[in-house]
């Protein structure tokens, strides 16, 4: 990204021209980053609360009030009989890069000895199934996709959370390629390919295993790369033989004709790119799903060619020093909290996990108050009086209304960081283009000043930011090798010591215990899973709660808005304008059902809460199935609620990542 200064002032961010992937261009969201960093709403002081919880009243104070106020809290905590675990920090992605991210806040926290934090919200299921199949969540470079001859965008809406990767789809099929995509809403992409299928959600698995079936009993295989890379040939032809296109379809709701003609497709390819997303695997059998897709180009080589694999993230490549830079070191042998359960650890007297209840709560990076799953248990325990809430913000969000204290800190324009990429292999330095505005100041310095309140003296607290991302580029080995923070400087980006475009399995070589493509897994034999590749029914599907499914006749589907990066942005004038009001697609026939018309405002219900919406009527969406895009403030949403009213607190088969769209609901006419 370039950022354009006048007078100290930017007055323009955009994709830098000469980057292979953002090629000039941004996305919708971070277009609108200037007007985001001086947005009139932002917080420039340190605030403490200055009225009941939640109220979102506040006074500023000085940064030395609020951190000796702090530190004597959590001071206070620590020596207590509860003790320093009965403290939380909680964190996620709000700022992506690794110093802002996950550097100096890990140092504190572990000296310190508070719990630690599962960071699972967003991708662990699939990251496991990633694993236990191909060894490391690597995958298939974007850079190859225009050498594919068949694309498959499954549980992806790639020109809304991906749309760098768009224009290596259309080269693809300027040479061409067939462009599927696979997605229970015939989303913005969706309707841009040749070809949509609507499956039923949660059912990708046994979507895979019907293509599979095809694969195997119409000799579509690749026998050589299967006898040399792969361990478990035979008992995945086993497998796959249970799920004839007839089982596959009537699981997915796909005609089993179309499930016929796609494996065939997929097998007669000779290199299929599959870009897979982390929708799909938000569901009970998620980190299954994306194990049992990750197979399908291991079985017809399509490894060995530019354009053939399968795509979830490129994150594993970036080989940082995560050692030096977090110090796991410091820390006591401490219990770790799942953030997804983030309310029942706030409402149970042993936050749920055993151990001391959550005195003291610590956000930064993110917005639990609005993306944290079941929001009622969540709200519920941000309201105890008795726990001490601190925040780093840039605004007063539905979490900032909550703290006793909420601290201002930097955006991306106004300090040093360094980012990994998640679909491509180029490392990039973030530079500070502006000074920081008001008295903000990066989340590093705010856990230093917070490291000397509390005595502590280790010297890797004395570290700064340009040191840090030294740190964290580490001894310059493996895919590292030359990207150095001198070289960082000059050029802004560089690409990991790797080939253009990077066929990582090529000739096998795995990081899996075998060395192979695991299609048995006896790592997952030893946690209880089934060792092969397995369809795995939603929790709240008809095949395990078929009452509750009757009650509750829809899934609800809340990915993001287009306009939105989780809860990022919604605070954007011309962004919320774009996303309207909160808004629910709905089928044609179960609109009928319920006497529901476009632009009729309607509940969203289930047992653990409800919101309120616009209804939208399209056949552009699955019967059964409805859309809420999100995620909205409570607070800038007319009823103060957002579909987590509805989520659940229940885990993925592996990883313990969140189920957000296994997730039943009705809908009727709002009051």
Known sequence: MLVTVEHGRAVRVAGDPDHPVTRGFLCAKVNRYVERTYHRDRVLAPLRRDGPKG?????????????????????????????????????????????????????????????????????????????????ANVGADAEGLPDSDFVLLWGTNTLTSNPHLWPLVLEARARGARVV?????????????????????????????????????????????????????????QRAAEYPPERAAAITGLDAGTVAALGEAYGRARAAFIRVNYGLQRHAGGGMA????????????????????????TSANFQFDRQALERPDLSPHVRTINMIRLGEALTSPDAGVGGPPVRALVVYNSNPAAVAPDRNAVL????????????LEHFRTDTADWADYVLPATTQLEHWDVHLAYGHHYVTLNRPSIAPLGDSRPNTEIFRLLARRLGFADACFADDDPTLIRQALGAQSGKLRGVTFDALLE??????????????????????PSGKCEFYSARMREMGLDPLPSYTPPYEGPERAPELAARYPLVLISSPAHQFLNSTFVNVDALRRG???????????????RGIAAGMRVAVHNDRGAFTAVARVEDAIREGVVWAPSIWWGKLAPDGANANQTTSQRETDMGHGPVFYDNRVEVALAD
């Open 55 to 135: 109220s979102g009243r506040f006074v500023p104070v000085s940064w030395d009030e609020a951190l000796a106020d702090i530190a004597a809290r959590l001071g206070a905590i620590a020596a207590s009989g509860d003790g320093p675990q009965a403290i939380l920090p909680y964190s996620y992605a709000g700022t992506m890069g690794l110093v802002q991210g996950s550097s100096m806040d890990r140092r504190f926290f572990h000296r310190l000895g508070a719990s630690k934090l599962d960071r699972t919200i967003c991708s662990m299921a699939g990251t496991m199934g990633m694993r236990m199949t191909v060894g």
């Open 181 to 237: 995509a696979i997605d229970p809403i015939r989303t913005r992409t969706a309707a841009q390919c040749d070809e949509w299928l609507g499956l039923r959600p949660g059912t990708d698995a046994a979507l895979a295993l019907g293509m599979l079936h095809v694969v195997f009993a119409r000799g579509l295989e690749d026998r050589d790369y299967l006898a040399r890379h792969t361990l478990g040939e035979a008992e995945l032809r």
């Open 290 to 313: 994306v194990r049992t897709i990750a197979c399908l180009p291991a079985v017809t080589g399509h490894w060995r060619r530019p354009g053939g694999g399968v795509q979830l993230s």
């Open 380 to 391: 519920r325990g941000l309201a105890r009086p008795d726990l001490f809430t601190v925040v």
């Open 491 to 512: 050029r802004g980006w560089m690409r990991l010591d790797v080939p253009t475009p990077y066929l990582p399995f090529a000739d096998g070589g795995f990081p899996t």
């Open 579 to 593: 996303a309207r009001e909160p808004e629910c697609l709905l089928h044609p026939r179960d609109a009928e059902r």
